[in-house]
């Protein structure tokens, strides 16, 4: 059983001052939360709000963030952490922090981008990697980025910037007759009244066993989502590189389920009575005989190609081949999948031919 130590902060606010940076593992899913849980959030942080101008205890258990000592760290410098789970939480409130700040900057004055960007999004006087408080997954960083550091490009059309633009848009409110916000106390609820449970990891423990342990809160994780973690916590000096060229490529070209499909379609190749329902336990019997990472960079490398294939499979109009085109057609018009696994073998074997 993995030793845990709690109680590191259990406040926004103590989670992001000092000199600190929270980093979203290569292998966390990109940023997912989307319009209704923003909604839920800002919803339980008004009423929070106006609770904490009668009670200024009042708080909002908002759940836990764990969190893992970075390989990367040293004597001295920026304390880095790895976001084991907690990542959507962190992330979203770093995005409504900046939506604040960037509220309270144009209608009350620049003192708040100073302090909000200083105390709670970055670090002011550290090297350009060690800058931001959070550092996202690379798919999202620079979207995350971009809201932070106030560009062109903030409020992109990706889930980043969909949340900066809805908090915006709900500040932007705030002071209307119909739905009045006292946006001082509302950034006092998020930083002070959002009570947050951190656990960080010892040295030693088997992270990725926790976060498979983990999987049973906040956004269910598919089968393909754990087996992306999986392989991205085995690799090291290649998961950078791994995950620009290889997997990030592949998560583009097929949706969450989609990928889940792929892996299980590349056990069936093998095992005819593979079960869809297995593919992570599966997929991870296989891998684990894979001892050195260039076989791990190898299976990432093929699961692209496969995926390709399967791209091909799903969207018949992606097939440069007028005759196979058609048939692929009239497959996916009859609503069948039991011919998948045939369909790729066929359409893999004939790229070798």
Same mark, same amino acid.
């Given at each position: 059983?993995?030793?845990?130590?709690?109680?590191?902060?259990?406040?926004?606010?103590?989670?992001?001052?000092?000199?600190?940076?929270?980093?979203?593992?290569?292998?966390?899913?990109?940023?997912?939360?989307?319009?209704?849980?923003?909604?839920?959030?800002?919803?339980?942080?008004?009423?929070?709000?106006?609770?904490?101008?009668?009670?200024?205890?009042?708080?909002?258990?908002?759940?836990?963030?764990?969190?893992?000592?970075?390989?990367?760290?040293?004597?001295?410098?920026?304390?880095?952490?790895?976001?084991?789970?907690?990542?959507?939480?962190?992330?979203?409130?770093?995005?409504?922090?900046?939506?604040?700040?960037?509220?309270?900057?144009?209608?009350?004055?620049?003192?708040?981008?100073?302090?909000?960007?200083?105390?709670?999004?970055?670090?002011?006087?550290?090297?350009?990697?060690?800058?931001?408080? @959070?550092?996202? &997954? !690379?798919? %999202?960083?620079?979207?995350?980025?971009?809201?932070? /550091?106030?560009?062109?490009? =903030?409020?992109? $059309?990706?889930?980043?910037?969909?949340?900066?633009?809805?908090?915006?848009?709900?500040?932007?409110?705030?002071?209307?007759?119909?739905?009045?916000?006292?946006?001082?106390?509302?950034?006092?609820?998020?930083?002070?009244?959002?009570?947050?449970?951190?656990?960080?990891?010892?040295?030693?423990?088997?992270?990725?066993?926790?976060?498979?342990?983990?999987?049973?809160?906040? @956004?269910?994780? &598919? !089968?393909? %989502?754990?087996?992306?973690?999986?392989?991205?916590? /085995?690799?090291?000096?290649? =998961?950078?590189? $791994?995950?620009?060229?290889?997997?990030?490529?592949?998560?583009?070209?097929?949706?969450?389920?989609?990928?889940?499909?792929?892996?299980?379609?590349?056990?069936?190749?093998?095992?005819?009575?593979?079960?869809?329902?297995?593919?992570?336990?599966?997929?991870?019997?296989?891998?684990?005989?894979?001892?050195?990472?260039?076989?791990?960079?190898?299976?990432?490398?093929?699961? @692209?190609?496969?995926?390709?294939?399967?791209?091909?499979?799903?969207?018949?109009?992606?097939?440069?081949?007028?005759?196979?085109?058609?048939?692929?057609?009239?497959?996916?018009?009859?609503?069948?999948?039991?011919?998948?696994?045939?369909?790729?073998?066929?359409?893999?074997?004939?790229?070798?031919?």
């Amino acid at each position: 059983m993995c030793q845990t130590d709690e109680g590191d902060g259990d406040t926004l606010k103590e989670l992001l001052e000092g000199t600190k940076q929270y980093q979203v593992p290569l292998y966390q899913r990109t940023y997912s939360w989307e319009k209704d849980q923003h909604e839920r959030l800002w919803s339980d942080l008004v009423l929070l709000a106006e609770d904490r101008q009668v009670n200024r205890e009042a708080t909002h258990f908002l759940g836990s963030v764990v969190l893992a000592p970075s390989p990367s760290n040293g004597p001295t410098g920026v304390h880095r952490y790895l976001v084991v789970d907690g990542q959507q939480r962190l992330t979203t409130l770093s995005i409504l922090l900046a939506a604040v700040r960037d509220h309270r900057a144009a209608t009350e004055g620049a003192q708040h981008r100073d302090r909000i960007n200083e105390q709670y999004l970055e670090n002011k006087w550290e090297s350009e990697d060690a800058r931001l408080k @959070l550092s996202p &997954t !690379q798919a %999202d960083r620079d979207s995350y980025r971009a809201c932070i /550091r106030q560009t062109t490009a =903030a409020g992109s $059309a990706d889930g980043i910037g969909e949340a900066y633009r809805y908090f915006m848009g709900r500040l932007s409110a705030a002071s209307s007759e119909d739905m009045p916000v006292d946006v001082q106390a509302l950034e006092e609820a998020v930083l002070l009244g959002l009570a947050l449970v951190s656990v960080t990891a010892q040295k030693g423990d088997n992270v990725h066993r926790i976060f498979e342990s983990l999987n049973n809160t906040g @956004l269910q994780l &598919t !089968q393909g %989502d754990l087996l992306r973690n999986y392989l991205f916590m /085995r690799l090291e000096g290649n =998961a950078e590189e $791994a995950y620009t060229d290889l997997w990030l490529p592949l998560q583009k070209l097929l949706a969450p389920k989609q990928l889940e499909l792929l892996f299980w379609l590349d056990l069936v190749q093998e095992n005819p009575k593979a079960r869809q329902s297995n593919v992570y336990s599966d997929q991870v019997k296989r891998l684990e005989r894979l001892q050195d990472e260039r076989a791990l960079v190898d299976e990432i490398t093929r699961f @692209l190609h496969l995926g390709r294939l399967l791209a091909v499979i799903l969207n018949p109009e992606r097939e440069h081949d007028q005759d196979v085109r058609t048939r692929l057609t009239r497959l996916k018009a009859w609503g069948t999948t039991t011919v998948y696994p045939l369909l790729l073998h066929l359409m893999d074997r004939r790229g070798t031919r």
